[in-house]
């Protein structure tokens, strides 16, 4: 079993066939990546995706507001974000830079999220990027940016993530399980207690539950996979 906060690549699938390694992609929760700053960055509460990319993109050498934005003062603009092993790295370059990895280095980066929470929270012109859930559990410290859409300003959210209105950001959140490890009573039994239980276990990790089709396709692969394993 493997957690995974994106989808598999394709060079990752093709080394699995290569190595005779069939698997089912089970969908377990939703999530929107947040972008924060400090509470101190009065003058924005949204950003567009070509700001952020004009920020975050490699060769970037934005390091004032005042590039980002016309009107924006010049205050340095210090960048927090996971490392480059992070899933949350992966989609967040893919989504706003275009290409997975694909981003300036220049940056604090930590796969410890409550490392990052601290540097935006202590650092007057900060901003950062990281799950919705650590936004939720420190939502005192730090100020969520809305992302256009393209037609709208969204915040994530349960019901903005499930809808698919905040855009480009949402996500999902699987486990990936070897299909002959079902051949197991201790997969099936764990498996089974993910889906039954995904809303429970997804509030509790501050995550976004799925929603009543996705629930039911998991449903229909675990129910396929018991059946030919």
């Known amino acids: 079993l493997s ?3 994106r989808p598999i690549k394709q060079s990752e699938s093709a080394k699995c066939r290569e190595n005779d390694v069939r698997y089912i992609a089970f969908l377990v929760a939703n999530d929107g990546l947040s972008v924060v700053v400090n509470k101190g960055v009065t003058w924005i509460s949204c950003i ?7 920020i975050w993109d490699r060769g970037s050498t934005v390091d004032s507001w005042s590039q980002v934005r ?9 960048l927090y974000g996971p490392g480059t092993d992070s899933g949350t790295f992966d ?6 830079n275009g290409t997975a990895k694909r981003s300036r280095s220049d940056y604090t980066a ?15 012109g ?3 990027y990281f799950g919705f859930s650590y936004y939720v559990e420190n939502k005192d410290r730090l100020k969520l940016l809305r992302v256009n859409n393209g037609s709208t300003c969204v915040a994530p959210s349960i019901a903005s993530v499930q809808a698919g209105t905040y855009k480009p950001l949402s996500r999902p959140l699987f486990v990936y399980a070897k299909r002959t490890s079902f051949q197991r009573a201790v997969v099936r039994a764990f498996i089974k207690y ?3 239980n995904e809303r429970t276990i997804a509030r509790a990790s501050r995550y976004v539950p799925l929603t009543k ?8 692969q675990y129910n396929h996979a018991i059946k030919t394993r």
């Open 3 to 5: 957690n995974a906060s």
């Open 48 to 54: 567009t995706p070509a700001e952020l990319k004009k």
């Open 70 to 78: 016309q009107g924006f003062p010049n205050v340095p603009l210090k």
């Open 91 to 96: 989609f967040f370059t893919e989504k706003i």
């Open 110 to 124: 930590s796969e410890d999220d409550n490392v990052l929470v601290r540097g935006v929270e202590g650092d007057r």
């Open 126 to 128: 900060a901003m950062g």
């Open 194 to 196: 993910m889906i039954l």
């Open 213 to 220: 089709a996705q629930i039911r396709k998991a449903k229909r």
